[in-house]
């Protein structure tokens, strides 16, 4: 029987348990039907457990032009995500007469507010993360078209050439990704503005992970396929060598394979 050790930042992070928080909460209160602007974390299980309490997610094209409000007459609540929304889009949903419970994490509620001051100066904004990330996507919108996403050293070398900048990272980003980006950055725009904006919460699991690779024989990450998170949790144990099982739920651990690892 393996050794089972429990990492001590296992569970949510602040910013998604104060989401999810705030979505139950909202659904007790009745004040009308409660939804989330995108899905309110990359877990199929929490998800499940939200639309048991009527709470569903609505995406950009069901509030297009206030449909959903003519319809339905009082559209309701509507929760913003941990990830945020873009300035645009924050106001699309305003114009559409939903009540909105802000739940944006307070930490990525901060780089939009070092973005807007940065961008008001006229620096162009670098942001260190995945494009398609619907935090970076929020971002974006706070650049004032100055905007630029990179995610490698090659995007580095790409980008063109630029006279104040200044440089952010997704908050969930891998710091030792950041740490090579942003050298390169500092190299290229020298004088750039360089802000470590990953959050303390993501450091510590990738600090513990990178530690547990050290001690245990095998490392098993339970969280989201879709998560960024998790992703880089289970890259990081890969990357150091360690047999790593990245799983959602119960059924996928392969207990017969774990059994032949002292510790896990």
């Known amino acids: 029987m393996a050794r089972v050790k429990i990492a001590k930042n296992a569970g949510f992070c602040m910013g998604v348990r104060r989401a999810v928080d705030m979505a139950l909460e909202a659904s007790?209160?009745?004040?009308?039907?409660?939804?989330?602007?995108?899905?309110?974390?990359?877990?199929?299980?929490?998800?499940?457990?939200?639309?048991?309490?009527?709470?569903?997610?609505?995406?950009?094209?069901?509030?297009?032009?206030g449909i959903l409000c003519l319809r339905a007459g009082s559209p309701g609540t509507i929760i913003i995500r941990a990830h945020g929304v873009s300035p645009e889009e924050r106001s699309r949903i305003k114009e559409s007469g939903f009540q909105i419970l802000n739940a944006t994490c307070p930490h990525v509620g901060k780089v939009?507010?070092?973005?807007?001051?940065?961008?008001?100066?006229g620096h162009s904004i670098i942001i260190a993360g995945e494009k398609d990330h619907a935090e970076v996507i929020g971002l974006l919108g706070y650049t004032q078209g100055r905007g630029y996403v990179i995610n490698t050293l090659e995007e580095v070398d790409s980008l063109p050439p630029l006279e104040k900048v200044c440089l952010v990272a997704q908050t969930t980003q891998d710091q030792g990704r950041f740490r090579v980006i942003s050298r390169?950055?500092?190299?290229?725009?020298?004088?750039?503005?360089?802000?470590?904006?990953?959050?303390?919460?993501?450091?510590?699991?990738?600090?513990?992970?990178?530690?547990?690779?050290?001690?245990?024989?095998?490392?098993?990450?339970?969280?989201?396929?879709?998560?960024?998170?998790?992703?880089?949790?289970?890259?990081?144990?890969?990357?150091?060598?360690?047999?790593?099982?990245?799983?959602?739920?119960?059924?996928?651990?392969?207990?017969?394979?774990?059994?032949?690892?002292?510790?896990?």
């Open 28 to 65: 007790v209160k009745k004040n009308g039907p409660v939804y989330t602007y995108g899905p309110l974390i990359h877990n199929p299980q929490v998800l499940k457990i939200l639309g048991e309490k009527g709470i569903r997610s609505l995406e950009r094209e069901d509030i297009e032009g």
């Open 112 to 121: 939009q507010g070092t973005i807007t001051r940065y961008a008001r100066s």
């Open 184 to 264: 390169a950055v500092e190299k290229k725009y020298p004088g750039a503005k360089i802000f470590d904006t990953i959050c303390d919460s993501t450091h510590r699991r990738q600090d513990e992970v990178l530690a547990l690779t050290r001690k245990v024989e095998a490392i098993v990450v339970v969280g989201g396929k879709g998560s960024g998170n998790t992703r880089r949790l289970t890259k990081i144990s890969e990357e150091a060598g360690v047999p790593t099982f990245h799983v959602e739920t119960e059924e996928e651990l392969d207990l017969e394979e774990l059994s032949g690892y002292s510790t896990v």
